[in-house]
């Protein structure tokens, strides 16, 4: 299992500001995902992040948009730039570890954020 | 276009029943499928997986089905508990190394 840790929990931000969350995790993990999930919406996959060279985005998402960094096994970063109210959402850090079921995928707790 | 659906409408069950969720799926040829449970304010916590080859798994109170000519996966809680309210989210991938796609989740509200 992996134990995650997402900050901040929770922001309020103006618009057209940006906004880095990190994701810290308790152990080196080989994937690592960034997710949003709006209100009342399941979740979507932003990207992969990958160590060591650019994250893999997703169709909808651009990288100019939500810069990722992966500087080591443990660790990553997402921005959300230029905030608009429609990036209000949940964002969330996801990782998959070797062991017996290496297809499970473990979840942060999430940040929170309300774009004003 | 590939869709996984879930009932949107939330299931209400007495305590001690047991509850069935569904998780329906097209246009994928899923490697495995796998059920999540979210509380409000939390991530989603893996509960099962269940392969293509493989009809059942079960741990604990819970009992996975995977039927890919019905293109549908069941989800069962048996001798369900307050404790059990949550969403329940299923989540599918082409292979070990693709991504998730999740579906939108089922909430379970079980009563006293």
């Known amino acids: 299992s992996a134990v995650i840790s997402q900050k901040p929990s929770r922001d309020i931000c103006q618009r057209g500001t940006s906004l880095t969350i990190q994701c810290q995790v308790d152990?080196?993990?080989?994937?690592m995902f960034w997710y949003r999930q709006q209100p009342g919406q399941s979740l979507t996959l932003i990207a992969t992040?990958?160590?060591?060279?650019?994250?893999?985005?997703e169709s909808g998402f651009v990288i100019d948009k939500f810069p990722i960094s992966r500087p080591n096994l443990t660790f990553s970063t997402l921005t959300v730039s230029n905030m608009s109210p429609e990036d209000s959402s949940i964002y969330l850090c996801?990782?998959?570890?070797?062991?017996?079921?290496?297809?499970?995928?473990?979840f942060g707790p999430g940040t929170r954020l309300l774009v004003l | 276009s590939q869709k996984i659906e879930q009932n949107s409408e939330a299931l209400n069950i007495q305590e001690g029943k047991t509850a069935t969720l569904t998780c329906n799926y097209t246009?994928?040829?899923?490697?495995?499928l796998q059920w999540y449970r979210q509380d409000p304010g939390r991530g989603p916590v893996f509960l099962l997986l269940?392969?293509?080859?493989?009809k059942e798994k079960r741990k604990e109170r819970l009992k996975v089905t995977f039927d890919t000519t019905l293109k549908q996966s069941l989800f069962h809680i048996t001798a369900s508990q307050p404790a059990d309210s949550a969403t329940y989210l299923c989540?599918?991938?082409?292979?070990?190394?693709?991504?998730?796609?999740f579906g939108k989740g089922t909430m379970l509200l079980v009563s006293p």
């Open positions: 996801s990782v998959r570890t070797p062991g017996p079921i290496q297809e499970t995928q473990y």
């Open positions: 152990s080196q993990v080989t994937m």
């Open positions: 992040a990958n160590q060591g060279s650019e994250a893999t985005y």
């Open positions: 246009n994928y040829s899923p490697a495995y």
């Open positions: 269940i392969r293509e080859n493989e």
């Open positions: 989540a599918l991938a082409n292979s070990g190394y693709s991504t998730l796609t």
